[in-house]
């Protein structure tokens, strides 16, 4: 999944999406470790591109993709947030592990849907079997995007990030 087909599968009800590319600065950084608490996905990435989904020019959600390691290479996601902070879907763009696989698939990922910020997900997902590394990347990308998504566009404590910018 590209890019830009990736806002439309976990916002498949908007009719445009606005794309923002924020980069990871330290104020921005400090934002999402802080709503993070003890979960510490790792925070990489450069920038995010960040989109916000519109239905009839009202935003109904926000989307980040986000990169976890699963195993040994990194699994590349898009984490759609409605505007209560709640997940409203989770779309895996790039799977690079050998196994685990199935994390890719819709039975799987349906378990995300109306997860609330700081909600612990370890052991309320259902494992799957040889993917428990590729499971466990899945979460911290869940709980990675809530957080992006908060820091930059549902509680803003400053201007954050500063230097971003907006892409047609």
Known sequence: MT????????????????RRDVPLTPELRTAIEKRLGSTRPSLWEAS?????ARRGGTAIGYAVVVEEIGKHRPITSIVGVR???????????????????E?????FLDQYP?????EPLAGRIRN???ATLSVEALN??????????EAVYLHPEAPVP???SATP
């Open 128 to 130: 799957v079997a040889g």
């Open 48 to 52: 995010y591109a960040t989109f916000t």
């Open 114 to 118: 109306g997860r609330a910020p700081g």
């Open 140 to 149: 911290r990308s869940v709980q990675k995007g809530i957080a992006v998504v």
């Open 83 to 101: 505007p209560d902070g709640h997940v409203q879907d989770v779309a895996v763009m790039v799977y690079r592990e050998a196994y685990g696989g």
């Open 162 to 164: 500063l230097g971003a």
């Open 3 to 18: 890019v830009e087909q990736a806002p439309g599968s976990v916002f498949p009800d908007a009719d445009a999406f606005e």
């Open 103 to 107: 994390v890719r698939e819709r039975r």
